[in-house]
């Protein structure tokens, strides 16, 4: 017998349980989202893309998806992003870098950031995979 799934905290937080601090709650989900959109750019991420995957899906409110040109480069934007989340003091729910595998997710609940290395964002097509999401500018 299996045990049952727990909701996670989006789950809770869209069937109107209080959210934890974890989610970032609307206005304060898209402000991370455009500081780190900056952020992105300023640290010349490339092919920088930001989908409203809100009504697609209750995974997340955002992605942001960018290409990367080394381990180095994306270690320092991990670095960056944590800095600026944890200045507007919002919680993670955690990052994901598994090292060699050339893709690293910082995921802030609401926003979810993506970073490949060009061959793995090739492979992966997340933007086609989410092809139904509306595209940010």
Same mark, same amino acid.
């Given at each position: ?8 905290? @989006?789950?809770? *937080?869209? &069937?109107?349980?209080?959210?934890? *601090? ?7 989900? @898209? ?14 991420? =490339? ?18 998806? &960018? ?25 993670s729910i955690g990052v994901d870098a598994q090292p060699g595998s050339g893709w690293v997710v910082? /995921? ?10 060009? =061959?793995?964002? *090739?492979?992966?097509?997340? =933007?086609?995979?989410?092809? /139904?999401?509306? @595209?940010?500018?």
């Amino acid at each position: 017998m299996s045990t049952p799934r727990k909701r996670t905290a @989006r789950a809770k *937080a869209r &069937a109107g349980a209080e959210a934890p *601090a974890a989610v970032a709650p609307g206005s304060r989900a @898209r402000d991370l989202a455009d500081a780190v959109a900056r952020l992105l750019h300023a640290m010349r991420a =490339e092919e920088v893309v930001r989908l409203d995957v809100s009504g697609v899906t209750d995974l997340a409110d955002e992605f942001l998806i &960018a290409t990367v040109a080394s381990t180095r480069q994306s270690a320092a934007i991990v670095e960056a992003c944590e800095k600026e989340r944890k200045a507007r003091r919002l919680a993670s729910i955690g990052v994901d870098a598994q090292p060699g595998s050339g893709w690293v997710v910082l /995921d802030y609940g609401d926003l979810v950031v993506h970073l490949f290395l060009p =061959e793995q964002r *090739a492979y992966y097509g997340l =933007e086609h995979l989410w092809a /139904d999401a509306r @595209r940010l500018e």
